[in-house]
């Protein structure tokens, strides 16, 4: 477990110093780490897996700060879905271009790491579904709002506000949210 640990760490120095994510090699990052290349794949499979677990691990850990620093201790389980989504809408922006890979990569993989983070807060507030039904709302929770992440580039264009500006910002993710958890009943 520490080499691994020791990986990830070595990659996020390395995002740190400036290196481009696309850009890293698997030599750079052994060479970071102190290791031989090979301990890369045998523990990771890929340089991309690893690349992807250490922009994971920085995104978890701004997501976690951010919704701490947000949460009361008293909030409702639908006050804690908001709170949580948005500590995740501030990290998405914080973040654009690490949380596009990350995006770009759970929906490209058989993976629902996204999904599974609010499961335990729908049960709290559809506790009448079934398991399966808690999982289902929370891909319609989650996929819509990873969509128009991706695309955020044509939503304006698509939504008839022609502004100068092609990026989403914190406020549209709040509408946006806002948005699909009313059309949910939520």
Known sequence: MEIKAQLIRSVIALIDDGFDVEELTIRQIAYEAHVSIGLINYHFGSKWALIVAAISSIIDDAATEAFK???KQDDSPKQQLRIFLKAMAIVVCKYQKYTSIL???EILSNRFSTPETIVDLLKKIK???SEKEIKYLAIQVVAPIQYIFLKEG???KYLG???NTNTILLDDYDEIMES???ALGI
């Open 69 to 71: 620093t947000l949460s």
């Open 103 to 105: 995006i770009k990569d």
């Open 127 to 129: 506790p009448d579904l």
């Open 154 to 156: 044509g939503l304006r």
């Open 161 to 163: 506000q022609e502004h």
């Open 180 to 182: 699909f958890l009313k």
